[in-house]
């Protein structure tokens, strides 16, 4: 069984599933056409954005409970240091998704959806998930849950309505098959997290989606 992960953000690509001495850039990433954001979260595009229901043929492998690093950036194939991964005023979350799935590589994402990671607003810094993200040059990592059951995932991850899908083979584990969301479905365009003016006091932000799967 595959599955696969999804990260909201630019332009985003698998950096590495568990290993941080390898480099998986595009190797099991659903690329999306362009740097547009999906505009509607009604859509079948708010899963794996622009073209995303159609898999690629790579699968990279990462195992429960290890960390995944996810690279996300503004241009298509923009790696620079020098360069703001989300530059001007692009400021936002960071969420991360995964979803068990049969064919990580055909699978076009209906089933439901675990948040496995997430970074709003800090109203004491006054500092957005996208901000972080610059300040890491476009890394991202995160915990996969141990407790999840091995197989294929979707993991899709993204900042702000921008997202890409990675492809991916999680190992080890445990037997949780915890219940999640679907999209379209999970947002709705008056949600507090969404529907938001980010250049008036934010006193307490309100992510969009449902809390993080805690193990």
Not at 33 to 60: A, E, F, L
Request: aromatic content about 8%; hydrophobic content about 30%.
């Amino acid at each position: 069984m595959d599955s696969y992960t999804k990260v909201r953000s630019s332009h985003s690509s698998l950096l590495n599933g568990g290993s941080p001495s390898v480099d998986e850039f595009n190797t099991c990433t659903r690329v999306p056409p362009s740097n547009s954001p999906v505009t509607t979260v009604t859509s079948g595009d708010i899963r794996c954005n622009v073209g995303g229901s159609k898999g690629v043929t790579g699968i990279c492998a990462a195992p429960a409970g290890g960390n995944m690093t996810v690279e996300m950036h503004a241009q298509p194939g923009d790696r620079s240091f020098s360069n703001q991964a989300i530059e001007g005023n692009h400021f936002g979350p960071v969420i991360v998704y995964m979803s068990k799935v049969t064919d990580a590589t055909t699978d076009p994402g209906s089933g439901s959806w675990l948040k496995a990671d997430e970074e709003g607003y800090n109203s004491t810094t006054k500092k957005w998930g996208t901000d972080t993200l610059n300040s890491n040059c476009g890394h991202r990592s995160f915990t996969i849950p141990a407790s999840i059951s091995p197989g294929a995932y979707l993991s899709a991850g993204g900042a702000q309505l921008y997202m890409s899908c990675y492809q991916v083979n999680i190992t080890g584990g445990g037997a949780a098959s915890p219940a999640g969301v679907s999209f379209p479905g999970a947002y709705n365009a008056t949600d507090p997290g969404i529907l938001i003016d980010i250049y008036k006091p934010i006193i307490d932000y309100v992510i969009p989606g449902p809390a993080v799967f805690a193990e």
